[in-house]
Structures are given as structure tokens and as C-alpha cells.
């Protein structure tokens, strides 16, 4: 799998947009772009996934740039349950595993 | 509730010993995977099944083995158990077979503490 780099931790005020990087300058163009958060105490959960098209749900958005060496997880309006650590995870189409890196710790302050 | 349930939440055992965990997939899902989350390593993979069958092998230690049964959970199996080996065990699953999307939807995990 494709290695991603993200900063290590972010800070937030809540009720502000959050909008966490990631680098992946060796995509492929089967590489389907995941992000997953993991809150205190808990398993990892699905944000949101793309492959060029920028993406929306419930929950985020991602911004996947042109040339597909990055994208950003907008989270439009912070709140305290965000603060978790956000796993950007690149996996191809015929990938059989899913290998997180260390991710963003996201704080939110009050 | 991601519908994926790990046993047991917690276990405490001594060096040396041999522990099985457990995973029962969502409803449907043919895959599973196992990680293991300990302070300084991250989530690490550990292995996937499809189907009864070994799918990937990631940084899974010798002494520790896994297999998918024809119900389709999953049993984790460490033995030999050292201090290094205590961490979250996590198990997620998926419909997929590993290929295309195949969101992973994950357990709570199983917290091993090795005395």
C-alpha cells in the first residue's frame, strides 16, 4: 500500500471547520483514498472514501486535489466528539488489508 | 454499535500462557481482520479471512495464529504470551473480499494485559 503522511496533532475550536491534510505523492490510480477516526477508548469507525470526485456524507467532506498527491477532511463545524485521531489510508482496489499510519490527533477546544 | 462483537472485553495473564480471542462479524460480512493497538506501535494488521480462508498476513508473530470458522467468526489465538504482547486486539469486518470498497466496520476490541 501507497504510504500517506499526516501531521502528527491539530487543535480546533469548537463550532469551527476543521480541515485535516494528508499527503499520498505516490497514489495510484487504483488507490481509493479512506479516512477512518478512532475516538478515546474506542475502534476505529468510517469517516468517508473517495477516488477523484471530492465526496460528502453525514459527516465530512474530503477534498481530493486534481492531481490526487493529497487530500483534506473538512469537518464543517467542530464539536467536542471530534476530538478523536484521524487515520488517512490509502487501499487499491485488489488491496487485501487496510495498514493505518499514526494518523492526526485532533484536539477541540471549548 | 458497529455489530461486531469482541470477547472478552478485558484479560489479565501471565507470561507465558496461551489466551484465544474472539470475534463474531456483522450479519453478512465474509471478512474479518485482526489488528493489534499497543502504546507505541499504532494499529498494526495482523491477519484477514474471507470466507473461511486466509486472505492477508500482515506483522502477525509466529505464536500467534488466527482462523475463520463455517459461521464466520473469528478466533485469535496468542500463545507464549510475553510482556511486549499486551495491547488492544481489535477485529473488524467487512463485505468485501478485499477488493474495491469494503468500509471496515470495528469491534471494541479486546484489552490483553500479560503479567
Known amino acids: 500500500d501507497a504510504k500517506t503522511t499526516q501531521p502528527n496533532s491539530m487543535e480546533s475550536n469548537e463550532e469551527e471547520p476543521v480541515h485535516l491534510p494528508c499527503n499520498h505523492s505516490?497514489?495510484?490510480?487504483?488507490?481509493?483514498i479512506h479516512w477512518y477516526r478512532q475516538l478515546p477508548s474506542q475502534g476505529p469507525e468510517y469517516v468517508i472514501h473517495g477516488l477523484t470526485s471530492n465526496v460528502n456524507n453525514r459527516m465530512a467532506s474530503l477534498a481530493i486535489a486534481e492531481d490526487r498527491k493529497s487530500s483534506t477532511l473538512i469537518l464543517h463545524r467542530a464539536t467536542l466528539r471530534d476530538a478523536a485521531v484521524y487515520y488517512c489510508i490509502l487501499r487499491d482496489g485488489y488491496g487485501q488489508n487496510f495498514v493505518f499510519g499514526p494518523g492526526t490527533r485532533l484536539s477541540v477546544l471549548p | 454499535d458497529s455489530g461486531v462483537t469482541q470477547t472478552p472485553k478485558h484479560l489479565i495473564t501471565a507470561t507465558g500462557q496461551r489466551v484465544t480471542l474472539r470475534c463474531s462479524p456483522r450479519?453478512?460480512?465474509?471478512?474479518v481482520y485482526w489488528y493489534q493497538q499497543s502504546l507505541d506501535q499504532g494499529l498494526q494488521f495482523l491477519i484477514q479471512y474471507y470466507n473461511g480462508e486466509e486472505r492477508a498476513k500482515g506483522n502477525i508473530l509466529e505464536r500467534f495464529s488466527a482462523q475463520q470458522f463455517p459461521d464466520l467468526h473469528s478466533e485469535l489465538n496468542l500463545s507464549s504470551l510475553e510482556l511486549g504482547d499486551s495491547a488492544l486486539y481489535f477485529c473488524?469486518?467487512?463485505?468485501?473480499?478485499?477488493?474495491?470498497?469494503?468500509?471496515?466496520?470495528f469491534g471494541e476490541g479486546s484489552r490483553l494485559t500479560v503479567l
Open positions: 505516490t497514489i495510484s490510480g487504483t488507490d481509493y
Open positions: 473488524a469486518s467487512s463485505s468485501s473480499a478485499g477488493f474495491v470498497i469494503g468500509e471496515l466496520f
Open positions: 450479519s453478512g460480512d465474509l471478512s
